[in-house]
């Protein structure tokens, strides 16, 4: 279109682009194009300043525009969203523990409200050369991040503060709380304190982590976004910014099945915590 436009500037361009049967913006759009993706670009960069671990389609939703473009555009400029390998956390102590009696309660359920369906785990987070553990509590509902505790041990302690935090945030019940099947959660301390609030306990099938895919997800997300773990100088600071990035997810993080924040996604049910 340029082309033709340049070399025949004495064309009548409406008439020429009426007999092409295009649009005469058509005639422009080349030449602007450069410019759009520049400041389309420059949005992208400022998003990922934030947001360092979105990919295309999050930035699409977050700038409100088309998700095509805006790959389109990373391609061009090269613009990559970090990526870090998130190595698996195995639970060696469990490898050859037998199943437990515990079913899959919720394997073909879908909660519509908030606390009616609680998911949980824990991961290791190695720090200047030893490790500590991150336990949380999510909403399958809202997939907001309600309940968390961090210890030097993975062990029922761990496990039971990250659901009593929960518990003591939202000051509400549950129905179901579902986790894998590791030792911590089948554990008599943590089965018999679930069931002293008459709680349905749902655990996946022995070595089927995707039936507790939700947190496998948000830990794989976690882990990107806090990024390098020795960076920070004193435990406490790697404290802090664990509770912040989980902060960040809950409030400022889109999530892509929900279309928005899981905070904003829960107060959309006018259930505020407490």
Same mark, same amino acid.
């Given at each position: 279109m340029q082309t033709v436009v340049h070399n025949y500037p004495e064309v009548n361009k409406s008439e020429l682009a009426r007999k092409l049967g295009v649009s005469r913006a058509m005639f422009y759009y080349t030449h602007k194009q450069p410019a759009i993706d520049e400041e389309v670009k420059r949005q992208i960069e400022s998003v990922l300043t934030d947001h360092k671990a979105y990919g295309h389609k999050r930035i699409a939703g977050e700038l409100k525009l088309n998700k095509k473009r805006i790959l389109r555009v990373m391609k061009k400029f090269g613009i990559k969203p970090y990526r870090?390998?998130? !190595? !698996? #956390? @195995? *639970?060696k102590d469990d490898l050859n *523990?037998?199943?437990?009696? #515990? =079913? /899959? &309660? %919720? &394997? *073909? #359920?879908c909660p519509i409200i908030p606390n009616i369906v609680w998911v949980t785990d824990f991961t290791y987070l190695k720090y200047q050369g030893k490790f500590i553990y991150l336990a949380v509590v999510m909403d399958l509902c809202t997939r907001e %991040? @309600?309940?968390i505790n961090i210890s030097r041990y993975h062990n029922k302690q761990l496990v039971l503060g990250a659901f009593i935090d929960a518990l003591n945030k939202t000051g509400v019940i549950p129905k179901y709380i579902h986790s894998d099947q590791g030792s911590e959660y089948d554990s008599i301390e943590f089965v018999n304190f679930v *069931?002293? =609030? /008459? @709680? %349905?306990i749902s655990m996946s099938r022995k070595s089927s982590p995707w039936e507790n895919g939700f947190q496998e997800s948000f830990f794989s997300t976690f882990k990107l976004e806090i990024g390098y773990l020795n960076r920070f100088e004193e435990i406490g600071e790697l404290i802090e910014n664990i509770y912040s990035t989980i902060y960040y997810y809950n409030n400022r993080r889109m999530h892509r099945s %929900? !279309?928005?924040?899981p905070v904003n996604f829960r107060n959309r049910f006018k259930k505020p915590l407490h």
């Amino acid at each position: 279109m340029q082309t033709v436009v340049h070399n025949y500037p004495e064309v009548n361009k409406s008439e020429l682009a009426r007999k092409l049967g295009v649009s005469r913006a058509m005639f422009y759009y080349t030449h602007k194009q450069p410019a759009i993706d520049e400041e389309v670009k420059r949005q992208i960069e400022s998003v990922l300043t934030d947001h360092k671990a979105y990919g295309h389609k999050r930035i699409a939703g977050e700038l409100k525009l088309n998700k095509k473009r805006i790959l389109r555009v990373m391609k061009k400029f090269g613009i990559k969203p970090y990526r870090r390998r998130v !190595k !698996k #956390f @195995i *639970k060696k102590d469990d490898l050859n *523990k037998p199943a437990t009696s #515990f =079913k /899959n &309660e %919720i &394997e *073909k #359920f879908c909660p519509i409200i908030p606390n009616i369906v609680w998911v949980t785990d824990f991961t290791y987070l190695k720090y200047q050369g030893k490790f500590i553990y991150l336990a949380v509590v999510m909403d399958l509902c809202t997939r907001e %991040i @309600i309940g968390i505790n961090i210890s030097r041990y993975h062990n029922k302690q761990l496990v039971l503060g990250a659901f009593i935090d929960a518990l003591n945030k939202t000051g509400v019940i549950p129905k179901y709380i579902h986790s894998d099947q590791g030792s911590e959660y089948d554990s008599i301390e943590f089965v018999n304190f679930v *069931k002293s =609030k /008459n @709680i %349905i306990i749902s655990m996946s099938r022995k070595s089927s982590p995707w039936e507790n895919g939700f947190q496998e997800s948000f830990f794989s997300t976690f882990k990107l976004e806090i990024g390098y773990l020795n960076r920070f100088e004193e435990i406490g600071e790697l404290i802090e910014n664990i509770y912040s990035t989980i902060y960040y997810y809950n409030n400022r993080r889109m999530h892509r099945s %929900i !279309k928005t924040t899981p905070v904003n996604f829960r107060n959309r049910f006018k259930k505020p915590l407490h």
